[in-house]
């Protein structure tokens, strides 16, 4: 890990294994929401690296709010 783009998404990646097996019904609909939100996270990691940082944060923060729409909102 070269940069912060990756600590971050590599922390929101764990972070989603977290939540999906602790805080959701497991269900194959909400594991295809956050697997959205990991494709997300990975290509904000790319958009970080390649020097597009606003870009890149901005996807971070819609990948983490979509993540908690889903746990929140009752679809999980």
Request: proline share 3%; with cysteine; hydrophobic share 60%.
């Amino acid at each position: 890990m070269n940069t912060l783009f990756d600590i971050v998404t590599v922390a929101c990646f764990l972070g989603l294994a977290f939540v999906f097996f602790q805080w959701t019904s497991r269900e194959p609909r909400t594991l295809i929401q956050f697997l959205l939100c990991g494709v997300v996270f990975a290509v904000a990691n790319q958009l970080g690296n390649a020097d597009y940082p606003l870009l890149a944060s901005v996807l971070l923060i819609a990948g983490i709010g979509y993540a908690a729409l889903i746990v929140r909102g009752g679809t999980a």
